[in-house]
């Protein structure tokens, strides 16, 4: 008898760097660890390097920047239109630097991930989020997971995992560290999502037993 085929859900992922955060996801599907596949690669920076991730992969690339929609309106009106003929199930933005407008956000209410550099609420709203962590003084920070609000990193939290601030840390040290967990933490919150189990209740997301 024939494998029951599974159904891959369809991820477009939004960068606007280097794509680490990408390219863990990348292999955790290649390893089977994730239902999904990537549909689409969109980047607001057309030097992100995590581009090259995805064109080495043959997966689809949209650069939507702004020398080429100089306009942020007309710029996220090209993206959202993308997402929309990609027939995506879920936008995970994974280092991509611009609020999303509210349509966006609406239309994908659910099923918008954003991987954020902090324990949120700490530190959130800011793109140096390790840098303010650090002069803070905090003796531990992490990552966060979320789903994607029109309130900026506040939507509800899917998955955070925790590192250690070390007495000689730098900005580059610690964000090295935090990073390092946010390739688990994104690839983790997307296998969540694709297996059904993420469950909102009010702002609280329960994760749903497999
Ligand atoms: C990550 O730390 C992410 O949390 C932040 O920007 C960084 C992007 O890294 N928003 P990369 O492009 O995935 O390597």
């Not at 789903?147 to 900005?171: F, K, N, Y």
Request: one cysteine or more; hydrophobic letters at 50%.
């Amino acid at each position: 008898m024939k494998k029951p085929r599974v159904q891959l859900t369809r991820v477009a992922v939004l960068i606007s760097g280097r794509g680490s955060n990408l390219l863990a996801l990348i292999h955790a599907i290649e390893g089977g660890e994730v239902p999904a596949e990537i549909v689409l690669v969109i980047s607001n920076r057309a030097e992100a390097g995590g581009l090259a991730h995805a064109q080495s992969r043959a997966i689809p690339t949209l650069v939507a920047d702004r020398s080429r929609y100089p306009k942020r309106v007309a710029r996220q009106e090209r993206i959202h239109a993308a997402l929309m003929a990609a027939d995506v199930d879920l936008v995970v933005c994974a280092g991509f630097d611009e609020i999303l407008r509210p349509e966006i956000v609406a239309d994908f209410s659910g099923r918008m991930l954003n991987v954020h550099p902090s324990l949120l609420p700490a530190f959130g709203q800011t793109l140096l989020a390790q840098v303010e962590a650090l002069a803070y003084g905090v003796k531990v920070s992490g990552c966060t997971v979320h789903l994607v609000t029109d309130d900026l990193d506040a939507g509800p939290i899917v998955v955070q995992r925790v590192v250690p601030v070390l007495e000689d840390d730098t900005v580059e040290s610690l964000s090295a560290r935090i990073v390092a967990e946010e390739h688990k933490a994104l690839p983790e919150a997307v296998r969540l999502w694709a297996e059904g189990r993420v469950v909102l209740e009010g702002r609280r997301v329960r994760v749903r037993e497999a």
